[in-house]
Protein backbone atom coordinates (compact mmCIF):
# COMPACT_ATOMS: atom_id res chain seq x y z
CA UNK A 1 0.00 0.00 0.00
CA UNK A 2 1.58 3.63 -0.78
CA UNK A 3 2.09 5.33 2.41
CA UNK A 4 0.02 8.61 1.42
CA UNK A 5 -3.08 5.99 0.57
CA UNK A 6 -2.18 4.21 4.04
CA UNK A 7 -2.48 7.84 6.13
CA UNK A 8 -5.40 8.89 4.49
CA UNK A 9 -7.27 5.59 5.21
CA UNK A 10 -6.18 5.60 9.18
CA UNK A 11 -7.47 9.10 9.01
CA UNK A 12 -10.21 8.27 7.75
CA UNK A 13 -10.69 5.15 9.77
CA UNK A 14 -10.60 7.32 12.99
CA UNK A 15 -13.27 8.96 11.71
CA UNK A 16 -11.87 12.35 10.61
CA UNK A 17 -13.99 13.36 7.51
CA UNK A 18 -12.36 16.77 7.34
CA UNK A 19 -8.28 18.23 6.81
CA UNK A 20 -7.28 21.38 6.71
CA UNK A 21 -4.47 22.55 4.22
CA UNK A 22 -2.64 25.05 2.18
CA UNK A 23 -1.40 22.99 -1.14
CA UNK A 24 2.59 22.93 -1.14
CA UNK A 25 5.04 20.49 -3.86
CA UNK A 26 5.69 18.19 -0.56
CA UNK A 27 2.03 17.11 0.38
CA UNK A 28 0.48 16.45 -3.01
CA UNK A 29 0.89 12.92 -2.94
CA UNK A 30 -0.96 13.04 0.71
CA UNK A 31 -3.91 15.13 -0.98
CA UNK A 32 -4.21 12.95 -4.14
CA UNK A 33 -4.29 10.20 -1.62
CA UNK A 34 -7.24 11.82 0.66
CA UNK A 35 -9.32 12.66 -2.58
CA UNK A 36 -8.73 9.87 -5.00
CA UNK A 37 -9.14 7.02 -1.64
CA UNK A 38 -11.71 8.77 0.87
CA UNK A 39 -14.70 10.54 1.30
CA UNK A 40 -12.46 13.29 3.61
CA UNK A 41 -13.20 16.76 2.71
CA UNK A 42 -10.34 18.26 1.97
CA UNK A 43 -10.71 22.19 2.89
CA UNK A 44 -8.13 24.85 1.35
CA UNK A 45 -7.65 27.37 3.26
CA UNK A 46 -5.47 30.60 2.54
CA UNK A 47 -2.29 30.85 5.21
CA UNK A 48 -0.90 27.73 7.20
CA UNK A 49 -1.72 29.46 10.18
CA UNK A 50 -5.69 29.82 9.29
CA UNK A 51 -5.47 26.08 8.16
CA UNK A 52 -3.98 25.33 12.33
CA UNK A 53 -6.49 27.51 13.89
CA UNK A 54 -9.52 25.49 11.56
CA UNK A 55 -7.88 22.56 12.67
CA UNK A 56 -8.23 23.70 16.45
CA UNK A 57 -12.00 25.15 15.99
CA UNK A 58 -12.70 21.90 14.30
CA UNK A 59 -10.97 19.56 17.59
CA UNK A 60 -12.90 21.76 20.23
CA UNK A 61 -16.68 21.20 18.74
CA UNK A 62 -15.71 17.55 16.96
CA UNK A 63 -14.03 15.95 20.13
CA UNK A 64 -11.73 14.03 17.72
CA UNK A 65 -8.27 15.67 16.73
CA UNK A 66 -8.26 18.29 14.50
CA UNK A 67 -5.83 17.78 11.12
CA UNK A 68 -3.93 20.15 9.31
CA UNK A 69 -1.59 19.59 6.76
CA UNK A 70 1.53 21.85 4.95
CA UNK A 71 3.99 21.50 2.81
CA UNK A 72 7.86 22.18 3.71
CA UNK A 73 9.78 25.46 4.61
CA UNK A 74 7.72 28.43 4.84
CA UNK A 75 4.37 25.83 5.16
CA UNK A 76 5.50 24.49 8.01
CA UNK A 77 7.06 27.30 10.01
CA UNK A 78 3.32 29.00 9.25
CA UNK A 79 1.55 26.43 11.05
CA UNK A 80 3.62 27.28 14.51
CA UNK A 81 1.57 29.59 15.95
CA UNK A 82 -1.62 27.45 15.61
CA UNK A 83 0.30 24.74 17.12
CA UNK A 84 1.48 26.36 19.95
CA UNK A 85 -2.39 27.61 20.57
CA UNK A 86 -3.22 23.66 20.54
CA UNK A 87 -0.79 23.19 23.00
CA UNK A 88 -1.52 26.01 25.54
CA UNK A 89 -4.86 25.13 25.12
CA UNK A 90 -5.12 21.55 25.15
CA UNK A 91 -6.51 20.56 21.83
CA UNK A 92 -5.71 17.46 20.49
CA UNK A 93 -4.64 17.72 16.89
CA UNK A 94 -2.90 16.25 14.19
CA UNK A 95 -0.13 18.26 12.15
CA UNK A 96 1.12 16.60 8.69
CA UNK A 97 4.23 18.05 7.01
CA UNK A 98 5.85 17.61 4.08
CA UNK A 99 9.73 17.44 3.95
CA UNK A 100 11.99 17.52 0.94
CA UNK A 101 13.19 13.84 0.40
CA UNK A 102 15.52 11.79 2.42
CA UNK A 103 18.75 12.23 0.38
CA UNK A 104 18.23 16.33 0.23
CA UNK A 105 18.23 16.24 3.84
CA UNK A 106 21.28 18.23 5.62
CA UNK A 107 21.43 15.85 8.66
CA UNK A 108 24.69 16.44 9.81
CA UNK A 109 26.23 18.50 7.31
CA UNK A 110 27.75 21.76 8.29
CA UNK A 111 25.71 23.72 6.24
CA UNK A 112 22.59 25.53 6.50
CA UNK A 113 20.50 23.86 3.94
CA UNK A 114 21.06 20.98 1.73
CA UNK A 115 16.96 20.96 -0.17
CA UNK A 116 15.25 23.60 -1.24
CA UNK A 117 12.68 24.79 1.43
CA UNK A 118 14.37 22.22 3.54
CA UNK A 119 13.34 23.10 7.26
CA UNK A 120 14.31 21.24 10.33
CA UNK A 121 10.40 22.06 11.88
CA UNK A 122 10.69 18.75 14.44
CA UNK A 123 12.78 20.57 16.49
CA UNK A 124 11.21 23.91 16.27
CA UNK A 125 8.01 22.33 17.47
CA UNK A 126 9.38 20.24 20.34
CA UNK A 127 8.33 22.47 22.97
CA UNK A 128 5.23 23.19 21.35
CA UNK A 129 4.10 19.71 21.03
CA UNK A 130 3.30 16.46 22.88
CA UNK A 131 5.52 14.19 20.48
CA UNK A 132 7.40 15.66 16.83
CA UNK A 133 8.34 12.60 14.29
CA UNK A 134 10.43 13.01 11.35
CA UNK A 135 10.00 9.93 9.06
CA UNK A 136 12.81 8.69 7.39
CA UNK A 137 12.00 4.99 7.12
CA UNK A 138 8.75 4.36 5.54
CA UNK A 139 7.94 0.58 7.77
CA UNK A 140 7.98 2.93 10.84
CA UNK A 141 4.24 4.58 9.59
CA UNK A 142 1.93 2.63 10.70
CA UNK A 143 3.61 2.78 14.41
CA UNK A 144 3.95 6.10 14.44
CA UNK A 145 0.21 7.10 13.03
CA UNK A 146 -1.20 4.88 15.87
CA UNK A 147 1.25 6.44 18.41
CA UNK A 148 0.83 9.84 17.69
CA UNK A 149 -3.50 9.79 17.48
CA UNK A 150 -2.97 8.43 21.33
CA UNK A 151 -0.46 10.99 22.49
CA UNK A 152 -2.72 13.52 21.18
CA UNK A 153 -5.64 12.35 22.51
CA UNK A 154 -4.69 10.72 26.05
CA UNK A 155 -4.31 12.99 29.31
CA UNK A 156 -4.13 16.56 28.79
CA UNK A 157 -4.51 16.70 25.08
CA UNK A 158 -2.16 18.43 22.64
CA UNK A 159 -0.62 18.71 19.77
CA UNK A 160 1.42 15.61 17.45
CA UNK A 161 3.81 16.99 14.34
CA UNK A 162 4.68 14.26 11.69
CA UNK A 163 7.02 15.43 9.39
CA UNK A 164 6.97 13.25 6.06
CA UNK A 165 9.85 13.44 3.32
CA UNK A 166 8.25 13.13 0.21
CA UNK A 167 10.07 9.97 -0.99
CA UNK A 168 8.59 8.17 1.92
CA UNK A 169 5.12 9.73 1.23
CA UNK A 170 5.11 7.79 -2.37
CA UNK A 171 6.67 4.15 -0.91
CA UNK A 172 5.06 0.85 -0.95
CA UNK A 173 4.02 -0.43 2.35
CA UNK A 174 2.73 -3.83 4.43
CA UNK A 175 0.31 -2.70 6.23
CA UNK A 176 0.49 -4.96 9.56
CA UNK A 177 -3.10 -3.58 11.53
CA UNK A 178 -0.91 -2.40 14.48
CA UNK A 179 -3.77 -1.72 17.05
CA UNK A 180 -3.99 1.75 19.19
CA UNK A 181 -3.18 1.02 23.12
CA UNK A 182 -5.99 1.55 25.23
CA UNK A 183 -6.06 4.48 27.81
CA UNK A 184 -6.31 3.20 31.38
CA UNK A 185 -9.09 5.24 33.75
CA UNK A 186 -7.52 6.15 37.16
CA UNK A 187 -9.90 6.08 40.10
CA UNK A 188 -9.71 8.81 42.86
CA UNK A 189 -9.05 7.22 45.91
CA UNK A 190 -12.49 7.09 48.53
CA UNK A 191 -10.84 9.23 51.21
CA UNK A 192 -10.17 12.25 49.16
CA UNK A 193 -13.68 12.16 48.04
CA UNK A 194 -14.73 11.56 51.62
CA UNK A 195 -12.90 14.94 52.57
CA UNK A 196 -14.03 16.71 50.12
CA UNK A 197 -17.77 15.69 50.69
CA UNK A 198 -16.92 17.11 54.55
CA UNK A 199 -15.62 20.13 53.22
CA UNK A 200 -18.47 21.43 51.29
CA UNK A 201 -21.19 20.33 53.77
CA UNK A 202 -19.19 22.51 56.17
CA UNK A 203 -18.52 25.41 53.96
CA UNK A 204 -20.53 28.47 54.79
CA UNK A 205 -19.45 30.35 50.93
CA UNK A 206 -17.89 27.59 48.20
CA UNK A 207 -17.41 28.10 45.09
CA UNK A 208 -16.71 26.08 41.94
CA UNK A 209 -13.95 27.35 39.06
CA UNK A 210 -14.66 25.58 35.87
CA UNK A 211 -11.99 25.77 33.36
CA UNK A 212 -11.17 24.68 29.72
CA UNK A 213 -10.46 21.08 31.31
CA UNK A 214 -13.95 20.64 31.41
CA UNK A 215 -14.23 20.23 27.51
CA UNK A 216 -10.63 19.06 26.65
CA UNK A 217 -11.49 15.80 28.88
CA UNK A 218 -15.33 15.75 27.37
CA UNK A 219 -16.82 15.50 30.69
CA UNK A 220 -19.21 18.59 30.11
CA UNK A 221 -22.34 16.18 30.82
CA UNK A 222 -20.84 14.97 34.34
CA UNK A 223 -19.68 18.34 35.35
CA UNK A 224 -23.19 19.48 35.48
CA UNK A 225 -24.29 16.15 37.25
CA UNK A 226 -21.67 17.36 39.69
CA UNK A 227 -22.91 20.93 39.74
CA UNK A 228 -26.44 19.68 40.05
CA UNK A 229 -25.73 17.60 42.94
CA UNK A 230 -23.63 19.61 45.28
CA UNK A 231 -25.37 22.70 44.74
CA UNK A 232 -22.30 25.46 44.47
CA UNK A 233 -22.18 28.22 42.59
CA UNK A 234 -19.58 28.27 39.73
CA UNK A 235 -17.27 31.16 38.63
CA UNK A 236 -15.58 30.18 35.40
CA UNK A 237 -12.07 31.14 33.23
CA UNK A 238 -12.22 32.43 30.07
CA UNK A 239 -12.00 29.05 28.62
CA UNK A 240 -14.61 27.71 30.77
CA UNK A 241 -17.24 30.04 29.89
CA UNK A 242 -19.28 27.91 28.25
CA UNK A 243 -19.67 25.17 31.04
CA UNK A 244 -22.35 26.28 32.35
CA UNK A 245 -25.26 27.75 30.92
CA UNK A 246 -25.85 31.67 31.38
CA UNK A 247 -29.52 31.16 32.84
CA UNK A 248 -28.34 28.53 35.24
CA UNK A 249 -29.19 29.52 38.69
CA UNK A 250 -25.48 28.29 39.72
CA UNK A 251 -23.92 30.65 37.98
CA UNK A 252 -21.89 33.05 39.41
CA UNK A 253 -19.98 34.69 36.06
CA UNK A 254 -16.39 34.94 34.55
CA UNK A 255 -13.37 35.45 36.34
CA UNK A 256 -10.04 36.87 35.98
CA UNK A 257 -8.07 39.87 34.98
CA UNK A 258 -10.90 41.77 33.07
CA UNK A 259 -13.64 39.34 35.03
CA UNK A 260 -17.18 40.40 36.19
CA UNK A 261 -16.35 42.32 39.09
CA UNK A 262 -19.13 40.38 41.18
CA UNK A 263 -17.62 37.57 40.03
CA UNK A 264 -14.13 38.56 41.58
CA UNK A 265 -15.70 39.64 44.70
CA UNK A 266 -17.51 36.48 45.37
CA UNK A 267 -13.81 34.61 44.21
CA UNK A 268 -12.20 36.74 47.27
CA UNK A 269 -14.64 36.05 49.31
CA UNK A 270 -15.08 32.52 49.37
CA UNK A 271 -14.42 29.91 51.82
CA UNK A 272 -13.84 26.64 49.82
CA UNK A 273 -13.12 26.67 46.58
CA UNK A 274 -12.70 23.98 44.17
CA UNK A 275 -10.78 23.72 41.21
CA UNK A 276 -12.01 21.65 38.12
CA UNK A 277 -9.62 21.98 34.95
CA UNK A 278 -8.04 25.42 35.30
CA UNK A 279 -4.45 26.70 35.63
CA UNK A 280 -4.84 29.21 38.43
CA UNK A 281 -2.94 31.20 36.23
CA UNK A 282 -1.73 34.94 36.22
CA UNK A 283 -4.55 35.93 34.09
CA UNK A 284 -7.47 34.23 36.54
CA UNK A 285 -5.74 34.92 40.22
CA UNK A 286 -4.13 38.26 39.53
CA UNK A 287 -0.12 39.05 40.39
CA UNK A 288 -1.03 38.89 44.10
CA UNK A 289 -2.26 35.50 45.20
CA UNK A 290 -1.92 35.93 48.79
CA UNK A 291 -5.57 36.50 49.13
CA UNK A 292 -6.45 33.02 47.88
CA UNK A 293 -4.39 31.21 49.45
CA UNK A 294 -6.82 31.53 53.02
CA UNK A 295 -8.84 29.53 52.44
CA UNK A 296 -9.71 25.52 51.48
CA UNK A 297 -8.50 24.62 47.58
CA UNK A 298 -9.06 21.50 45.72
CA UNK A 299 -7.13 21.77 42.92
CA UNK A 300 -8.66 18.76 40.69
CA UNK A 301 -6.02 18.49 37.47
CA UNK A 302 -4.72 15.96 35.19
CA UNK A 303 -0.78 16.99 35.25
CA UNK A 304 0.58 17.17 38.57
CA UNK A 305 2.91 20.00 37.58
CA UNK A 306 0.09 22.73 37.61
CA UNK A 307 -1.03 21.74 41.21
CA UNK A 308 0.72 24.21 43.89
CA UNK A 309 2.39 25.96 41.24
CA UNK A 310 1.25 29.75 41.41
CA UNK A 311 -0.97 29.01 43.93
CA UNK A 312 0.34 27.24 47.36
CA UNK A 313 -1.23 24.57 49.56
CA UNK A 314 -3.53 23.29 47.40
CA UNK A 315 -5.21 19.68 48.13
CA UNK A 316 -4.13 18.03 45.35
CA UNK A 317 -6.33 15.66 43.42
CA UNK A 318 -4.46 14.61 40.38
CA UNK A 319 -6.77 12.78 37.61
CA UNK A 320 -8.32 13.25 34.41
CA UNK A 321 -11.83 14.98 35.14
CA UNK A 322 -13.65 12.50 33.19
CA UNK A 323 -12.49 9.75 36.05
CA UNK A 324 -12.97 12.23 39.32
CA UNK A 325 -16.52 12.97 38.27
CA UNK A 326 -17.14 9.06 38.03
CA UNK A 327 -15.44 8.76 41.44
CA UNK A 328 -17.26 11.50 42.72
CA UNK A 329 -20.42 9.99 41.75
CA UNK A 330 -19.60 6.65 42.45
CA UNK A 331 -18.54 7.31 46.75
CA UNK A 332 -21.16 10.36 47.29
CA UNK A 333 -23.99 8.18 45.64
CA UNK A 334 -25.86 8.27 49.09
CA UNK A 335 -24.88 11.64 49.92
CA UNK A 336 -27.08 14.96 50.21
CA UNK A 337 -26.44 18.59 49.81
CA UNK A 338 -27.93 21.30 50.38
CA UNK A 339 -27.55 24.71 48.75
CA UNK A 340 -27.03 27.80 51.12
CA UNK A 341 -29.16 30.69 50.50
CA UNK A 342 -27.44 33.12 51.95
CA UNK A 343 -24.20 32.89 50.23
CA UNK A 344 -26.44 32.48 46.89
CA UNK A 345 -28.33 35.69 47.52
CA UNK A 346 -24.99 37.82 48.57
CA UNK A 347 -23.88 36.74 45.22
CA UNK A 348 -26.97 38.28 43.60
CA UNK A 349 -26.44 41.64 45.51
CA UNK A 350 -23.30 41.44 44.21
CA UNK A 351 -24.06 41.37 40.94
CA UNK A 352 -26.86 44.08 41.15
CA UNK A 353 -24.41 46.40 42.84
CA UNK A 354 -21.56 45.71 39.56
CA UNK A 355 -23.78 45.29 36.30
CA UNK A 356 -21.48 44.87 33.88
CA UNK A 357 -23.47 46.87 31.78
CA UNK A 358 -23.07 50.19 33.96
CA UNK A 359 -18.84 49.73 33.85
CA UNK A 360 -18.10 51.53 30.84
CA UNK A 361 -19.49 55.32 30.35
CA UNK A 362 -19.41 55.63 26.29
CA UNK A 363 -20.93 57.85 24.17
CA UNK A 364 -21.80 55.63 21.46
CA UNK A 365 -22.97 51.97 20.99
CA UNK A 366 -22.03 50.56 24.33
CA UNK A 367 -19.79 46.97 23.74
CA UNK A 368 -21.35 44.90 26.83
CA UNK A 369 -25.31 46.09 26.08
CA UNK A 370 -24.27 45.32 22.39
CA UNK A 371 -23.04 41.50 23.59
CA UNK A 372 -26.26 41.04 25.70
CA UNK A 373 -28.38 42.24 22.37
CA UNK A 374 -25.96 39.80 20.20
CA UNK A 375 -26.80 36.81 22.43
CA UNK A 376 -30.25 37.18 22.77
CA UNK A 377 -31.26 37.85 18.64
CA UNK A 378 -28.38 34.70 18.04
CA UNK A 379 -30.22 31.58 20.15
CA UNK A 380 -29.81 29.34 16.66
CA UNK A 381 -26.20 30.16 16.91
CA UNK A 382 -24.47 26.68 17.83
CA UNK A 383 -21.06 28.73 18.43
CA UNK A 384 -19.57 31.62 19.52
CA UNK A 385 -16.10 32.73 18.63
CA UNK A 386 -13.93 35.70 20.03
CA UNK A 387 -10.41 36.95 18.50
CA UNK A 388 -7.93 38.43 20.89
CA UNK A 389 -8.84 42.11 22.36
CA UNK A 390 -11.08 44.50 23.54
CA UNK A 391 -13.53 42.72 22.30
CA UNK A 392 -12.97 39.12 23.37
CA UNK A 393 -13.40 40.55 27.20
CA UNK A 394 -16.53 42.85 26.45
CA UNK A 395 -18.06 39.13 24.95
CA UNK A 396 -16.85 37.08 27.91
CA UNK A 397 -18.27 39.67 30.55
CA UNK A 398 -21.73 39.95 28.59
CA UNK A 399 -22.64 37.37 26.53
CA UNK A 400 -25.55 35.09 27.23
CA UNK A 401 -24.10 31.61 26.41
CA UNK A 402 -26.94 28.98 26.77
CA UNK A 403 -26.42 25.23 27.46
CA UNK A 404 -24.96 23.59 24.36
CA UNK A 405 -23.44 26.56 22.79
CA UNK A 406 -19.39 26.35 22.36
CA UNK A 407 -17.41 29.68 23.28
CA UNK A 408 -14.06 28.86 21.45
CA UNK A 409 -11.17 32.06 21.94
CA UNK A 410 -7.05 31.69 21.85
CA UNK A 411 -6.42 31.43 25.66
CA UNK A 412 -2.48 30.74 26.64
CA UNK A 413 -1.04 31.83 23.03
CA UNK A 414 -3.49 34.95 22.98
CA UNK A 415 -3.17 35.05 18.91
CA UNK A 416 -4.74 37.76 17.63
CA UNK A 417 -6.11 36.51 14.18
CA UNK A 418 -7.73 33.12 15.54
CA UNK A 419 -11.19 33.12 15.55
CA UNK A 420 -12.31 33.83 12.12
CA UNK A 421 -10.17 30.49 10.89
CA UNK A 422 -11.12 28.58 14.08
CA UNK A 423 -15.02 29.51 13.17
CA UNK A 424 -14.51 27.90 9.28
CA UNK A 425 -13.10 24.82 11.39
CA UNK A 426 -16.26 24.80 14.51
CA UNK A 427 -18.61 25.02 11.64
CA UNK A 428 -18.02 22.34 9.57
CA UNK A 429 -17.34 20.38 13.04
CA UNK A 430 -21.40 21.17 13.52
CA UNK A 431 -22.33 20.43 10.31
CA UNK A 432 -22.81 24.09 8.74
CA UNK A 433 -24.76 25.09 11.49
CA UNK A 434 -24.63 28.72 12.37
CA UNK A 435 -21.64 30.22 13.97
CA UNK A 436 -21.02 33.67 15.39
CA UNK A 437 -16.98 35.06 14.87
CA UNK A 438 -16.60 38.39 17.34
CA UNK A 439 -13.48 40.25 15.97
CA UNK A 440 -12.15 43.86 16.27
CA UNK A 441 -10.43 45.78 13.37
CA UNK A 442 -7.02 44.53 14.63
CA UNK A 443 -7.76 40.62 14.50
CA UNK A 444 -9.93 41.02 10.97
CA UNK A 445 -6.43 41.91 9.04
CA UNK A 446 -4.75 39.01 10.35
CA UNK A 447 -6.63 36.07 8.52
CA UNK A 448 -9.06 38.14 6.13
CA UNK A 449 -8.07 36.10 2.91
CA UNK A 450 -10.10 33.26 5.11
CA UNK A 451 -13.20 35.29 3.88
CA UNK A 452 -12.76 33.88 0.08
CA UNK A 453 -12.60 30.42 1.85
CA UNK A 454 -16.28 31.44 3.64
CA UNK A 455 -17.62 31.91 0.81
CA UNK A 456 -16.23 29.01 -1.40
CA UNK A 457 -17.69 26.59 1.20
CA UNK A 458 -20.70 28.52 1.68
CA UNK A 459 -20.50 28.67 5.41
CA UNK A 460 -22.87 29.63 7.70
CA UNK A 461 -20.85 32.36 9.94
CA UNK A 462 -22.29 35.51 10.95
CA UNK A 463 -18.71 37.95 11.37
CA UNK A 464 -19.23 40.95 13.81
CA UNK A 465 -16.42 43.23 13.40
CA UNK A 466 -16.24 45.97 16.24
CA UNK A 467 -14.26 49.04 14.47
CA UNK A 468 -12.58 50.90 16.86
CA UNK A 469 -10.22 52.02 14.33
CA UNK A 470 -7.46 51.13 17.07
CA UNK A 471 -6.10 48.49 19.12
CA UNK A 472 -8.15 49.27 21.87
CA UNK A 473 -6.70 46.64 24.67
CA UNK A 474 -3.12 48.33 23.52
CA UNK A 475 -4.18 52.17 23.59
CA UNK A 476 -5.40 51.39 27.23
CA UNK A 477 -2.12 50.20 28.35
CA UNK A 478 -0.29 52.82 26.67
CA UNK A 479 -2.89 55.54 28.27
CA UNK A 480 -2.44 53.87 31.58
CA UNK A 481 1.64 53.43 31.35
CA UNK A 482 2.87 55.39 28.74
CA UNK A 483 0.85 59.03 28.81
CA UNK A 484 -1.29 57.79 26.13
CA UNK A 485 1.46 57.79 24.05
CA UNK A 486 -0.68 55.60 21.10
CA UNK A 487 2.66 54.41 18.99
CA UNK A 488 1.18 51.83 16.39
CA UNK A 489 -1.94 51.18 18.26
CA UNK A 490 -3.64 54.74 17.00
CA UNK A 491 -0.75 56.34 15.47
CA UNK A 492 0.46 54.90 12.53
CA UNK A 493 -2.44 52.21 12.59
CA UNK A 494 -5.56 52.36 10.55
CA UNK A 495 -8.81 50.08 9.58
CA UNK A 496 -10.17 50.21 6.27
CA UNK A 497 -14.22 49.39 5.36
CA UNK A 498 -14.72 46.03 6.02
CA UNK A 499 -18.65 46.47 4.85
CA UNK A 500 -16.96 47.18 1.45
CA UNK A 501 -14.19 44.17 1.59
CA UNK A 502 -17.22 41.78 2.77
CA UNK A 503 -19.09 42.75 0.00
CA UNK A 504 -16.03 42.59 -2.50
CA UNK A 505 -16.26 38.81 -1.18
CA UNK A 506 -19.21 38.39 -2.02
CA UNK A 507 -20.74 38.18 1.16
CA UNK A 508 -23.40 40.51 2.25
CA UNK A 509 -22.45 43.14 4.87
CA UNK A 510 -23.94 46.06 6.73
CA UNK A 511 -22.94 48.90 9.01
CA UNK A 512 -24.08 50.34 11.97
CA UNK A 513 -22.91 53.32 14.41
CA UNK A 514 -25.45 54.40 16.60
CA UNK A 515 -27.14 52.62 19.64
CA UNK A 516 -30.65 52.93 17.91
CA UNK A 517 -29.59 50.89 14.79
CA UNK A 518 -28.37 47.71 16.50
CA UNK A 519 -31.44 45.91 17.03
CA UNK A 520 -32.80 46.27 13.18
CA UNK A 521 -29.26 45.28 12.18
CA UNK A 522 -29.78 42.00 14.73
CA UNK A 523 -32.79 40.88 13.19
CA UNK A 524 -31.01 41.57 9.83
CA UNK A 525 -28.37 38.76 10.36
CA UNK A 526 -31.11 36.13 11.32
CA UNK A 527 -34.35 37.00 9.05
CA UNK A 528 -34.94 34.37 7.29
CA UNK A 529 -33.42 34.29 3.82
CA UNK A 530 -30.34 35.17 6.01
CA UNK A 531 -30.19 32.60 8.05
CA UNK A 532 -27.52 29.93 6.40
CA UNK A 533 -25.79 32.40 4.62
CA UNK A 534 -22.11 34.04 5.74
CA UNK A 535 -22.66 37.83 6.70
CA UNK A 536 -20.86 40.93 8.54
CA UNK A 537 -21.85 43.35 10.37
CA UNK A 538 -19.39 46.11 11.08
CA UNK A 539 -20.16 48.05 14.54
CA UNK A 540 -18.34 51.39 15.37
CA UNK A 541 -17.15 51.37 18.49
CA UNK A 542 -16.00 55.17 19.64
CA UNK A 543 -11.69 54.91 19.83
CA UNK A 544 -10.61 54.33 23.32
CA UNK A 545 -13.05 52.82 24.56
CA UNK A 546 -11.38 50.95 27.34
CA UNK A 547 -12.59 47.47 29.22
CA UNK A 548 -13.31 47.39 32.53
CA UNK A 549 -13.73 46.01 35.21
CA UNK A 550 -9.69 45.71 34.70
CA UNK A 551 -7.47 44.50 37.78
CA UNK A 552 -5.29 46.97 39.47
CA UNK A 553 -2.26 45.27 39.02
CA UNK A 554 -0.26 44.13 41.62
CA UNK A 555 -3.45 44.12 43.70
CA UNK A 556 -5.67 41.35 44.47
CA UNK A 557 -8.79 40.91 41.51
CA UNK A 558 -11.11 41.88 44.01
CA UNK A 559 -9.65 45.55 43.09
CA UNK A 560 -10.31 46.48 39.91
CA UNK A 561 -9.94 49.64 37.78
CA UNK A 562 -10.86 52.28 37.25
CA UNK A 563 -12.21 52.83 41.08
CA UNK A 564 -9.01 50.98 42.02
CA UNK A 565 -5.31 52.24 40.56
CA UNK A 566 -2.63 49.74 39.20
CA UNK A 567 0.93 49.59 42.23
CA UNK A 568 2.90 48.53 39.58
CA UNK A 569 3.56 48.03 35.66
CA UNK A 570 1.60 45.25 34.28
CA UNK A 571 3.92 42.05 33.43
CA UNK A 572 1.08 40.18 31.16
Same mark, same amino acid.
Given at each position: ???????????????????? !???????????????????????????????????? %?? +?? =????? @???????????????? %??????????????????????????????????????????? =????????????????? !???????????????????????????????? &???? $???????? $?????????????? /????????????????????????????????????????????? +???? #???????????????????????????????????????????????????? &?????????? =????? #???????????????????? !???????? /???????????????????????????????????????????? =???????????????????????? @??? *??????????? *?????????????????????????????????????????????????????????????????????????????????? %???????????? *??????????????????????? #????????????? #???????????? !??? @??
Amino acid at each position: MKVSDYIADFLSKKGIKTVF !ELSGGMITHLLDSFKQTTDIHIVTMHHEQAAAFAAE %GF +SR =VSGLP @GVALATSGPGATNLLT %GIGSCYFDSVAAIFITGQVNTHELRNDRPIRQLGFQETDIVSM =VRPITKAAYLITDASNI !ESVFEEAFTIATKGRPGPVLIDIPMNIQREQI &DVLG $TQNTSQES $TAVGEVIISELVRD /IRKAKAPLVLSGRGIKASNSQDLFTNFVNKVKIPVITSLLGLDTI +SYDD #PLRVGFIGSYGNRWANIAFGECDLLIVLGARLDIRQTGADTKFIENRKIYHI &DCEEGEINNR =VKGCE #PIVSDLFDFFKSFAIYSEFQ !EFTINDNW /IKRISELRKQWPDISELSVKGINPNVLMHQLSRSSKLAKAFLAD =VGSHQMWASQSLELLSGQYFLTSG @GMG *AMGFSLPAAIG *ACLALENAPVVVIIGDGCMQINIQELQTIVRNDLNIKIIVLNNKSLGMITQFQESYFESRYQSTYWGYSAPDFEKIAQAYGI %GAKTVSFEGEVE *AAMQWLWKKENKTKPLLLQVMIE #PFTNTYPKIAFGK #PITEMEPFSKPI !EME @GT
